[in-house]
């Protein structure tokens, strides 16, 4: 079982939608990270949690540390949110990363 | 202030030889992280740099090594390359000391085709 584990693996959505993707971990952490990977590789980071709720734009990420789960949620999908999510969490052990892998999102118009 | 910028952007080698990867990170930041991404394995975790100590090693063989400089400027060395080292070569860098409890801001990436 892979420490860190995203659901759903691929996710079609009509433009518009609400789209949820989530995160489970097995460990103590520090931090969790929601990244961004357009084709081509280049990877944005888009959050940093450690507790609560956070909102950026049309994103909104969770935490719930006693459930070990996080959730990105992003309203008013549109086809340039078309990427892969990755879901990141750095141990309390220590701040290397472990990463989920990944969720293929796409948008269609 | 500027990205983070890795060089080269692309290589191509072949089995046996070595090959050397730069990382410059964003101006002031001191921590720098390595990344490999394969299609079967996905992201997994090198190395962690923080004022040229390496602060942490993921489970990869002692053909990979890196280091940092005093200006933060971070290197990576494959030797004795294979092919399962082709791959996406990721770096890096964060403001505060332990890279993974901070924002990372990631470089374009190097792609590394191994013949």
């Known amino acids: 079982k892979n420490e860190v584990e995203q659901s759903p693996q691929n996710l079609t959505a009509q433009e518009g939608e609400f789209i949820t993707i989530n995160c489970s971990y097995s460990?103590?952490?520090?931090?969790l990270h929601w990244l961004q990977q357009h084709p081509g590789g280049g990877i944005v980071s888009l959050f940093m949690?450690?507790?609560g709720k956070k909102k950026h734009g049309r994103l909104i990420a969770t935490i719930n540390i006693q459930e070990k789960h996080s959730s990105l949620h992003i309203t008013a999908s549109h086809p340039r949110d078309s990427a892969v999510y990755i879901c990141?969490?750095?141990?309390?052990?220590?701040?290397?990363?472990?990463f989920g892998e990944g969720t293929q999102l796409t948008v269609n118009p | 202030k500027a990205g983070v910028t890795q060089t080269p952007r692309y290589l191509i080698k072949t089995r046996g030889q070595q090959v050397t990867l730069s990382c410059s990170p964003i101006?002031?930041?001191?921590?720098v992280s390595w990344y490999q991404q394969t299609p079967g394995q996905g992201l997994q975790f090198l190395f962690e740099?923080?004022?040229?100590?390496?602060?942490n090693k993921g489970n990869f063989p002692g053909r990979f090594s890196g280091r940092q400089f005093s200006n933060s400027r971070s290197e990576m060395n494959v030797s004795t390359l294979e092919l399962g080292d082709s791959a996406l070569y990721l770096c890096?860098?964060?403001?505060?000391?332990?890279?993974?409890?901070?924002?990372?801001?990631f470089g374009p990436g190097t792609r590394l085709l191994v013949l």
């Open positions: 740099y923080f004022s040229e100590t390496q602060r």
């Open positions: 949690l450690s507790s």
């Open positions: 990141a969490v750095a141990e309390t052990s220590g701040s290397r990363l472990t």
């Open positions: 101006s002031g930041h001191r921590s």
């Open positions: 890096a860098s964060s403001p505060t000391p332990r890279g993974g409890q901070g924002t990372q801001y």
């Open positions: 460990v103590g952490i520090s931090a």
